[in-house]
């Protein structure tokens, strides 16, 4: 039964759904990082949403999808927000979302699990592997009736592969990826 559950929420994770019954809770965070010459540079997907389509009998086979704003990355500098919005970057007019779907998970241990899928970058998709760790699963400390769930999702995406070599080589191509998920049922 653990084993069941742990599935269902790295399913959820992968998913970032609001759909019923749970919520994203306001601390989860969607981030890369991008090394330059002078440091790195967290730039943050504040707008997000996404579905999750999930059958219990049948947990290997669940599909999600999750999409950010390029629109609303920041990283708090406006001027690296514009240009990084820009066309040499996530080139966010032309290509306002970025796309995350879920392909397929695999329980790797208890509290983690390899998470394959497509992400979809200034319209090319290409496959995505994330390692996922759960940080917590089961009733709410405030409120035993209200299910919590949190999980951090880790990988590297290489911004080449979808067109975007701005900068290169002072401003990095490999970009790690950070997820904080948490969340809650509204039961």
Known sequence: ???????????????????????????????????????????????????IAFDESAPE????????????ATTGIAPVDSLMRGEGYLDAARHPEVTFSLDRLTQTSRS??????????????????????????????????RFEAGFDLTGVIDRSDYGSVAGSPDIATILPIHIRLLMHSNE
């Open 61 to 72: 086979q669940a599909h999600a999808r999750i999409t950010v704003s390029a629109g609303q």
């Open 112 to 145: 983690t699990a390899d998470v394959a899928g497509r992400l979809t970058l200034r319209g090319v998709t290409r496959p995505l592997a994330l390692k996922a760790t759960v940080l917590r699963y089961g009733p709410a400390k405030d409120d035993p009736a």
């Open 1 to 51: 039964m653990m084993l069941l559950r742990v599935l269902i929420a790295l399913i959820l994770l992968t998913g970032i759904a609001t759909a019923a019954p749970w919520s994203i809770d306001p601390e989860t965070a969607i981030s890369v990082d991008v090394k330059w010459t002078g440091g790195t540079v967290r730039v943050a997907f504040p707008e997000y949403y996404g579905t």
